[in-house]
């Protein structure tokens, strides 16, 4: 019997549709959730991933300004550009497409926007409010997988999850915003020895490794929930995630495809911070959001 699959695109246009209910309403009290993306140098992949950002910001009404620079962009000028954009009053969210070139450090660009604009949660202070549980930006793809899991019904307090990567955008917040809904949560990764003996274990198992196909049947525990966070490019060149689909299909009760799964919730969430940072703008300065 196969999996049961989790749609991330039809979860993700779910809740895209009530985000746009949210725009409509912000925009009838004249005000457009704005959201700038900055891009620099010319990664193909970066471009493709802002080309869609822009375009799903525009079907649920948002405003996107692509600020684009050139890959001789010095820290500087990258810094001076971010200053500026926490200073304009249309724009609600500021995101900085990554990896940027290696002569700028990424975690100061990360620190320079704004708390009140940092839509992908990021910063060093969302992620610490993040880890205290208090209201904040939370990261779009773990916020995302957070998101499948409460659609599908799947119970999270009490279960063992099991997390394969501890990446700062994936791993570590994803071990996080499970325990906070009272999972017991285990982190593993490149020098965990025996991985199988740890993943075994997992009610549910979040795949963030970045290595095509990964995760194999010997790696899942009957009835497990298996999320794939994973994109990747098999010998084939075709699309995979961190998961073999094919070999653990059947032995998982619940699966994310890849493509489909996980990826469509990254935009989505964005959208749902940057909406929520246009709420909050709005909410101080004393109107009233229906």
């Known amino acids: 019997m196969s999996s049961a699959i989790i749609n991330g695109k039809e979860i993700g246009q779910e809740i895209r549709n009530t985000v746009a209910e949210r725009v ?9 959730p704005g959201l700038a993306v900055v891009l620099v140098g010319d990664n193909q992949a970066s471009a493709t991933y802002v080309r869609n950002k822009q375009k799903s910001c525009e079907a649920i009404g948002m405003f996107s300004e692509l600020i684009k620079l050139p ?33 700028i450090d990424e975690d100061t660009v990360i620190a320079t926007i704004a708390v009140d ?11 610490g409010k993040m880890m205290l549980g208090q209201e904040t930006f939370l990261p779009c793809t773990p916020f995302g997988v ?40 285990t982190y593993t990764h490149s020098k965990t020895p025996d991985l199988p003996s740890f993943t075994k274990q997992a009610d549910i198992l979040i795949a963030a490794v970045g ?58 969430m964005l959208l749902f911070n940057t909406v929520q940072a246009a709420e909050m703008t709005l909410a101080s300065n004393n109107k009233v959001i229906n």
């Open 24 to 32: 409509a309403r912000l925009k009838e009290q004249g005000l457009t």
């Open 71 to 103: 890959e001789e962009t010095t820290q500087a000028e990258l810094l001076r550009q971010i200053e500026s954009l926490n200073n304009r009053e249309d724009i609600h969210g500021i995101l900085v497409q990554l990896p940027l070139p290696k002569h």
């Open 117 to 127: 604009k940092d839509v992908d949660g990021f910063s060093p202070v969302s992620v």
């Open 146 to 185: 957070m998101k499948l899991l409460e659609y599908s019904g799947i119970e999270i307090a009490g279960k063992h999850a099991v997390i394969v990567g501890r990446s700062h955008i994936v791993g570590k917040p994803m071990g996080q915003l499970l325990l906070q809904k009272d999972a017991t949560v």
């Open 211 to 268: 290595r095509a196909n990964f995760i194999t049947k010997e790696h899942v525990k009957e009835g497990a929930v298996v999320i794939d966070v994973g994109i990747n490019r098999d010998e084939n060149n075709k699309l995979c995630g961190d998961v073999n689909f094919s070999e653990v299909d059947g032995i998982a009760s619940h699966i994310t495809p890849v493509p489909g799964g996980v990826g469509p919730m990254t935009i989505t």
